[in-house]
């Protein structure tokens, strides 16, 4: 019982660090444990997606609560931006939740997704076809060329990452093997896309033709920070749960140390890439400021989802 209240006050106080050391200044207090309001932005979704073909499938969507989860992220990732943009953000997080999914029930879908495009053959489930035949066309809309097509070879590169992970369940990391942890967490974390989304402005009047010289430079430290929020404020959840083959085990496997040691060394990564994006964009703040509101959105995304399970951790549920 006193190692757990041990280990439980040292994970308070790494992710209490954390959250003040990459929001400027956040608390763990009622503020951060308090969902932002998702109505506007989960009527404006439900709208478009009964113009769409999913307007028969919108069940497929409420499993475990998906439809909700992808609205909270939108709102907390990009809560400067029109609320045109965060429906994209949203249908862009549906279709993650749906494909992490479809590895259980029908991995073959993402399996041969790539083939069946390339032949023109059916996609074998109804949201696939939905977000390859009207969600990415869509991409090319808002964005300049280059940042739609990395944001498309994002969420196949979640898929691969995905399903990597279905494949090698269980396996240990060898130490001969450093770099696989973080190549492995790059294609999970689906930061790869969100790292784009969060820091291009969609009221630059540059971006139909250009504006990437200016926050390219910083995206794989964004990519780093994105993953890092998640694997911290998601780490006494999956403790609870005893999952192991995480980001977090697997670092503390490959530098031979015990798992809270792991974490704390993962958040001060996570502090340190923070600061580097901020230094990095100092000359475009705009983007800068992108990047500032996008810290404390998707700090805050993490402790007040119930999912989370971080009320209890702090005595607040």
């Not at 929001?23 to 763990?28: F, R, S, V």
């Not at 033709?209 to 964004?222: F, R």
Request: glycine letters at 6%.
């Amino acid at each position: 019982m006193a190692e757990n209240q041990k280990s439980a006050a040292i994970i308070r106080d790494t992710l209490s660090n954390f959250v003040d050391r990459t929001t400027d200044g956040g608390k763990m207090d009622k503020n951060a444990f308090t969902p932002t309001p998702i109505t506007e932005l989960y009527e404006a979704v439900m709208i478009d997606l009964k113009s769409s073909s999913l307007r028969d499938h919108i069940e497929l969507l409420n499993y475990k609560d998906h439809l909700d989860m992808s609205c909270y992220a939108a709102v907390d990732f990009c809560p400067t931006h029109p609320l045109e943009y965060q429906v994209m953000v949203a249908h862009l997080t549906i279709f993650f939740f749906h494909a992490d999914d479809l590895l259980d029930t029908k991995p073959d879908a993402l399996r041969y997704l790539q083939l069946n495009i390339c032949t023109g053959q059916p996609l074998g489930d109804p949201v696939l076809e939905w977000y390859v035949h009207e969600i990415m066309p869509r991409l090319w809309k808002i964005f300049h060329p280059t940042v739609a097509s990395m944001i498309v070879t994002a969420c196949y590169d979640f898929i691969n990452g995905v399903g990597i992970e279905g494949l090698t369940v269980g396996r240990q990391v060898k130490p001969q093997a450093p770099k696989y942890p973080d190549w492995l967490r790059f294609k999970t974390g689906l930061s790869p896309m969100y790292g784009l989304l969060v820091v291009v402005c969609a009221t630059d009047p540059q971006l139909p033709t250009g504006g990437i010289e200016k926050y390219v430079h910083v995206i794989p430290d964004v990519i780093v920070f994105t993953n890092i929020v998640n694997d911290v404020l998601s780490f006494y959840k999956e403790m609870l749960a005893e999952e192991t083959g995480n980001y977090i085990d697997q670092r503390a496997q490959r530098e031979q140390c015990d798992i809270l040691t792991a974490l704390q060394k993962v958040a001060n990564e996570g502090i340190a890439a923070g600061e580097r994006v901020l230094a990095g964009l100092a000359n475009a703040p705009e983007y800068r400021n992108n990047f500032s509101v996008f810290a404390k959105g998707i700090v805050h995304f993490h402790t007040a989802i119930p999912r989370y399970r971080l009320q209890s951790l702090y005595g607040m549920a």
